[in-house]
């Protein structure tokens, strides 16, 4: 809404109205509520109230004869300098409206990038936790390859010792074999002497 006119007055803020008239904002404020005259929020984010001003209102102050005894008259410097103020009001309240806006526009983004932050932080952690299950994994691997080794080198260890007992066995059947063949030579010796000797006897 900027400032339209309808049929008996004029939609105004308070601001406005102040201007026009000469007059601070607070009297201003005064004014619409002693003369009742119809308020609107407006839709911008500031919800802005506008004053329906009857035509009758829209002129200085001091230019309306019938506000003689109802509002004190006002020099052209103060109304200037009230206007003055005003406009530098107004001047500082956009400025702050600005800086407002920009500040929500650099939440808004720094809210975005802290969501995309976030976002890398849950992924990376999910990865992170796929690798700990992955070396979890192949520790639990590498703890069974060690006792198969372990076990391995524990068979390996009894066919050895097994292997000693069957070379001290087969040097002792070795011995005792050869014990046998020098008895059982030794054995025929004696016939062959003992058949000899009966020969020579005559026997």
Do not use: C
């Amino acid at each position: 809404m900027d400032n339209p006119e309808t049929e008996g007055g004029r939609w105004l803020t308070y601001a406005e109205l102040a201007t026009i008239r000469g007059i601070g904002r607070a009297s201003a404020v005064k004014l619409v509520q002693r003369e009742r005259w119809q308020r609107s929020s407006g839709n911008d984010r500031a919800r802005t109230v506008r004053v329906l001003v009857p035509d009758d209102w829209l002129q200085p102050a001091r230019e309306r004869p019938e506000a003689s005894g109802k509002f004190p008259a006002t020099s052209t410097e103060y109304g200037g300098m009230l206007a003055a103020i005003e406009a530098a009001h107004m001047r500082e309240t956009e400025a702050l409206i600005d800086q407002v806006d920009a500040v929500r526009t650099l939440a808004d983004q720094a809210m975005s990038q802290l969501a995309d932050a976030n976002a890398r932080g849950d992924a990376l952690h999910d990865r992170l936790s796929a690798a700990e299950a992955a070396v979890a994994d192949e520790q639990q691997r590498t703890i069974a390859l060690r006792a198969a080794i372990d076990e391995l080198k524990a068979e390996a260890q009894q066919a050895r010792e097994a292997a000693d007992v069957a070379k001290a066995d087969a040097k002792e059947a070795h011995a005792t074999a050869a014990d046998l063949r020098q008895a059982d030579a030794e054995r025929r010796a004696r016939g062959r002497l003992a058949r000899a000797w009966r020969a020579w006897r005559g026997e």
